[in-house]
């Protein structure tokens, strides 16, 4: 079981990446996917979740109208498309998957699965 992320990169304010993460070893139906933040020095931020299995989505205040989440069954990927990006978006951007029941805003502790992080730099 593993999750993969990738589409990290250096970009100028107002630029846009494409996060993707993608799964092996399960499927994401059941699941609510999460991405979430952490730049140096500071707490893990969740940004934005998505449940796969009815396709509602949560984003965090900070991100709203700038990152669109979304995914592709066929590929197994939830992806987080991200515009207008702002040096203060810098940070390891961490894909989650949780089987549990908690809505679209699960606590950090009950994700079962974590990829291992890509990075995300916006120069200003």
């Known amino acids: 079981v593993r999750l993969e992320e990738s589409g990290g990169g250096l970009v100028q304010t107002g630029g846009s990446l494409r996060l993707s993460c993608t799964a092996s070893?399960?499927?994401?139906?059941?699941?609510?996917i999460g991405w979430f933040r952490q730049a140096p020095g500071k707490e893990r931020e969740g940004v934005s979740t998505?449940?796969?299995?009815?396709?509602?989505?949560y984003y965090a205040e900070s991100v709203k109208a700038r990152f669109t989440i979304s995914n592709n069954n066929a590929k197994n990927t939830v992806y987080l498309q991200m515009r207008n990006l702002q040096p203060e978006d810098t940070a390891t951007y961490y894909c989650?998957?949780?089987?549990?029941?908690?809505?679209?805003?699960?606590?950090?502790?009950?994700?079962?699965?974590w990829g291992q992080g890509t990075q995300v730099t916006v120069s200003s």
């Open positions: 070893g399960f499927t994401f139906d059941d699941y609510v």
């Open positions: 989650a998957a949780t089987s549990t029941s908690y809505g679209l805003v699960p606590p950090v502790h009950e994700y079962d699965y």
């Open positions: 998505m449940s796969v299995n009815d396709g509602s989505k």
